[in-house]
Antibody
Framework: QLQLQESGPGLVKPSETLSLTCTVSGGSISSSSYYWGWIRQPPGKGLEWIGTIYYSGSTFYSPSLKSRVTISVDTSKSQFSLKLSSVTAADTAVYYC??????????????WGQGTLVTVSS | EIVLTQSPGTLSLSPGERATLSCRASQSVTSSYLAWYQQKPGQAPRLLIYGASSRATGIPDRFSGSGSGTDFTLTISRLEPEDFAVYYCQQYGSSPPWTFGQGTKVESK
């Protein structure tokens, strides 16, 4: 059974960089059939797609966050990571990592991490 | 940029009733790329429907999806107590590559 687990600091100071890692277990991060994504959810609000990465390193970012986001992958560790710079209180959210199935008429996020709350506060 | 608008924002229904949730796209969306998710408090979203109308593994047949182009619908034929949750549509394909609707909350009347 595939599992994804987010890890990283739960508290980040304003103007600093938020860094999270998602560890994938029970399956290969290097499969050509999947993308790996970050999605966030501010308290009491809806889901916001942040960005997605392919195992080869190709990335796609939300236009609204593109200037502050970097997503990378380390296939040797079965991990992909998120960095969000110059954070403000508006970046306080539960951050999810998820797998996106791509191809063969199947296009969807099927496996999600449990989510990790990151609070931006001094 | 494709924007997904879900309506209504909140749906107040009783168990056993039918729920009809709408997801409208600002531009045409390929049906294959349209999915629906259910999210309960404190939980990650769960895939319900993909390809606009295909149920994911283990999803009861009271959930159904339909639509094409810019108008998509999620229907819950008879609400069970565990169906009260927030539902999101999501598309893949056009700039930006991935977007979510703002969600519809189905609450118990």
């Amino acid at each position: 059974q595939l599992q994804l687990q987010e890890s990283g600091p739960g508290l980040v100071k304003p103007s600093e960089t938020l860094s999270l890692t998602c560890t994938v277990s029970g399956g290969s991060i290097s499969s050509s059939s999947y993308y790996w994504g970050w999605i966030r959810q501010p308290p009491g609000k809806g889901l916001e797609w942040i960005g997605t990465i392919y195992y080869s390193g190709s990335t796609f970012y939300s236009p609204s966050l593109k200037s502050r986001v970097t997503i990378s992958v380390d296939t040797s560790k079965s991990q992909f990571s998120l960095k969000l710079s110059s954070v403000t209180a508006a970046d306080t959210a539960v951050y999810y990592c998820a797998r996106y199935c791509y191809g063969s008429w199947q296009y969807y996020f099927d496996y999600w991490g449990q989510g990790t709350l990151v609070t931006v506060s001094s | 940029e494709i924007v997904l608008t879900q309506s209504p924002g909140t749906l107040s229904l009783s168990p056993g009733e039918r729920a009809t949730l709408s997801c409208r796209a600002s531009q045409s969306v390929t049906s294959s790329y349209l999915a629906w998710y259910q999210q309960k408090p404190g939980q990650a979203p769960r895939l319900l429907i993909y390809g606009a109308s295909s149920r994911a593994t283990g999803i009861p047949d009271r959930f159904s999806g339909s639509g094409s182009g810019t108008d998509f619908t999620l229907t819950i034929s008879r609400l069970e107590p565990e169906d009260f949750a927030v539902y999101y549509c999501q598309q893949y394909g056009s700039s930006p590559p991935w977007t979510f609707g703002q969600g519809t909350k189905v609450e118990s009347k």
